[in-house]
């Protein structure tokens, strides 16, 4: 799969609405739409950076690197534990 293919795969997986992901990423949702279909041959680096962290993805992986993946579930779950130990720290530094 191409990096076009998984950003698509990124933007379907993220359940976000197109209009949400462009004002993320700071583009318009015409610039959103002709990135995903290819009508925009070349876009920015820049652009498809701005799309893939808005989807919550690393450009690396758009461009072919392996990454494991978390679903929605286990990314809640781990951002929560984040913020507890986040917490605990703060209160009992080293």
Request: proline fraction near 4%; charge should be positive; include cysteine.
């Amino acid at each position: 799969m191409n990096w076009r293919g998984r950003l698509r795969e990124a933007v379907k997986r993220s359940g976000k609405k197109q209009l949400a992901i462009a004002w993320d990423a700071g583009i318009t949702p015409a610039t959103l739409s002709r990135v995903l279909t290819g009508t925009h041959d070349q876009p920015r680096f820049e652009t498809v950076m701005k799309i893939a962290h808005a989807v919550g993805e690393s450009v690396g992986w758009l461009c072919g690197e392996e990454q494991f993946y978390l679903s929605e579930p286990q990314r809640v779950k781990l951002k929560a534990a984040a913020a507890i130990l986040s917490d605990i720290t703060r209160r009992n530094p080293l």
